[in-house]
């Protein structure tokens, strides 16, 4: 069953996405049910579909290197702003 959803947005961010939307030959809502269909899933993306920069970067940075990064910027804006 389809349901009518309602979205309020920056105009120039949904001009942005039919933009984009008609490039790919999709629907707007496509590529929105799309994306909430991803959302709900456990399935891992394939690395296939992943844009272009986000695959370079994936992989780099890892889950050690994270551990205390909230603190570390505090103390860094902390530092520069006082």
Same mark, same amino acid.
């Given at each position: 069953?389809?349901?009518?959803?309602? +979205?309020?947005? *920056?105009?120039?961010?949904?001009? %942005?996405?039919?933009? =984009?939307?008609?490039?790919?030959?999709?629907?707007?809502?496509? +590529?929105?049910? *799309?994306?909430?269909?991803? &959302? %709900?899933? *456990?399935?891992?993306?394939?690395?296939?579909?992943?844009?272009?920069?986000?695959? $370079?970067?994936?992989?780099?940075?890892?889950?050690? *290197? &994270?551990? %205390?990064?909230? $603190?570390?910027?505090?103390?860094? &804006?902390?530092?520069? =702003? %006082?």
């Amino acid at each position: 069953m389809e349901t009518k959803l309602t +979205l309020k947005l *920056d105009e120039a961010i949904i001009e %942005g996405a039919k933009n =984009y939307a008609a490039r790919r030959k999709k629907s707007l809502s496509r +590529l929105v049910e *799309d994306y909430f269909r991803r &959302l %709900g899933s *456990d399935e891992p993306v394939e690395v296939s579909k992943l844009n272009p920069v986000v695959k $370079e970067l994936s992989g780099i940075i890892s889950e050690k *290197d &994270l551990e %205390g990064w909230r $603190e570390s910027h505090a103390a860094s &804006l902390e530092k520069k =702003y %006082g």
